[in-house]
């Protein structure tokens, strides 16, 4: 067991002090996520390579005779009460609970029943970190309402992508979710983003993966994703003038992309650039991963934060700093910003041997530049969301 995981008893008794029940909870946890590559590619409906962590959310539940979900937060300290006859008209607060609400919500919309329950959640995603702490909580809340009940499980990640989408009110894609509930222990998930489907991939055993946190999040976040889509969208329609049958930037090849790119407005350009480049990246890593070639895999992560950097310009000074730094250090393949953007963390592929003179580096120059202390996360590819 990491060091990480909850030992199921730690979440039960905060349930039982917190709801003053002796009731014995179930309790399940949803992973994080750290995409190493395929970045605002699975909302154009290209490819993505993420793998979900071992660290999680957990939820434990136990029926409750109130007539309402009692929802508590340890990480926010915080209690929500919400009558299950309430659930379906439910409107969005700009709250945590929202998350938890908003699946429960799809859940009932697609025909399941929720009864009262009370609910205690512990997270060890850091928020605001680009490390999916919120589909980890949509997640380990659909698996926890829906409880022995089945649903597929690309379903579930549908689910909990609509709940965000249509309730937390992000325009999210698909990757979250979907490393969330179909993490595997040893390997990454390259998800089709159209076809929704995934193969796995194994990882090379000589390098380790380290996310480093910024500790800084801009807040500009949702509005520049929204922009960033909207984008894209002016991508595609610039392209459909000249090929009628593109219906996502997924099905521009970069050959024909290069051809027509004068006519696509400059901003939608680069941001289309970004994208088709990307999807390729992650075809590229992969095959690099299966070759065990540790330097190809550093070039195209190097690649991929260029190409967030100049064309999909979503990262920050900060980030920009970590991913210098540390490709200055010696035993580092490769470094770039993983998830959303503006703020957040770097992901880094990192010798085994430099796994100490990287964090020293890293910790000192980033400590000197902006005052702050950055953290660091050992990432080990883990399994998807279920029961504890
Ligand atoms: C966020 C979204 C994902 C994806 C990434 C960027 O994490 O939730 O769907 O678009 O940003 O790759």
């Known amino acids: 067991m990491s060091a990480l995981a909850i030992v199921p008893g730690e979440i039960i008794n905060l349930f039982?002090?917190?709801?003053?029940?002796?009731?014995?909870?179930?309790?399940?946890?949803?992973?994080?996520?750290?995409?190493?590559?395929?970045?605002h590619t699975d909302y154009n409906l290209g490819y993505v390579f993420p793998i979900a962590l071992d660290m999680a959310c957990y939820v434990a539940i136990a029926p409750a005779q109130h007539g309402k979900l009692r929802i508590y937060s340890r990480d926010v300290n915080d209690e929500f009460a919400l009558d299950v006859r309430?659930?379906?008209?439910?409107?969005?607060?700009?709250?945590?609970?929202?998350?938890?609400?908003?699946v429960?919500?799809?859940?009932?919309?697609?025909?399941?029943?929720?009864?009262?329950a009370d609910i205690c959640i512990i997270s060890q995603v850091p928020a605001g970190s680009g490390l999916s702490s919120s589909a980890a909580l949509e997640i380990s809340t659909a698996v926890a309402l829906l409880g022995g009940r089945n649903m597929k499980p690309l379903d579930i990640a549908l689910l909990g992508q609509r709940a965000e989408s249509g309730f937390v009110g992000m325009p999210c894609?698909?990757?979250d979710q979907y490393a969330s509930v179909f993490g595997h222990a040893g390997a990454a998930i390259q998800i089709d983003c159209r076809s929704l489907e995934h193969e796995y991939v194994e990882i090379p055993e000589d390098v380790r993966i380290f996310a480093v946190n910024s500790m800084v999040k801009h807040e500009l976040g949702t509005s520049a994703y929204r922009d960033r889509v909207a984008e894209c969208q002016a991508a595609v329609a610039a392209i459909q003038e000249i090929e009628p049958e593109v219906r996502s930037l997924r099905d521009v090849p970069l050959a024909l992309f290069a051809r027509i790119q004068e006519s696509v407005p400059?901003?939608?350009?680069?941001?289309?650039?970004?994208?088709?480049?990307?999807?390729?990246?992650?075809?590229?890593f992969a095959a690099a991963a299966r070759a065990n070639d540790?330097?190809?895999?550093g070039r195209l992560?190097?690649?991929?934060?260029r190409s967030m950097q100049y064309d999909y310009e979503i990262?920050?000074?900060?980030?920009?700093?970590?991913v210098d730094t540390a490709i200055k250090v010696p035993g580092i393949y490769g470094a770039r910003m993983t998830g959303g953007g503006f703020g957040g963390c770097t992901v880094n592929l990192v010798a085994p041997e430099s796994a100490s003179s990287f964090r020293q580096a890293l910790t000192t120059a980033y400590e000197e530049r902006f005052h702050i202390t950055p953290a660091f996360y050992d990432c080990k590819p883990a399994e998807g969301a279920g029961p504890v």
């Not at 429960?104 to 009262?116: C, H, N, W």
């Not at 992560?301 to 934060?305: K, L, P, R, T």
Request: neutral net charge.
């Open 16 to 39: 039982q002090e917190h709801f003053r029940t002796g009731a014995t909870p179930v309790v399940y946890r949803a992973p994080g996520r750290v995409n190493l590559i395929g970045e």
């Open 86 to 102: 309430e659930i379906q008209a439910a409107m969005p607060q700009k709250k945590w609970h929202d998350y938890v609400v908003g």
């Open 104 to 116: 429960a919500r799809e859940l009932v919309s697609v025909g399941m029943t929720i009864e009262a």
């Open 173 to 175: 894609g698909i990757m």
């Open 266 to 284: 400059l901003t939608p350009r680069k941001r289309a650039r970004h994208v088709i480049s990307e999807t390729q990246r992650v075809l590229d």
């Open 294 to 297: 540790l330097r190809e895999m």
């Open 301 to 305: 992560f190097i690649a991929s934060h």
């Open 315 to 322: 990262t920050s000074e900060e980030i920009d700093f970590l």
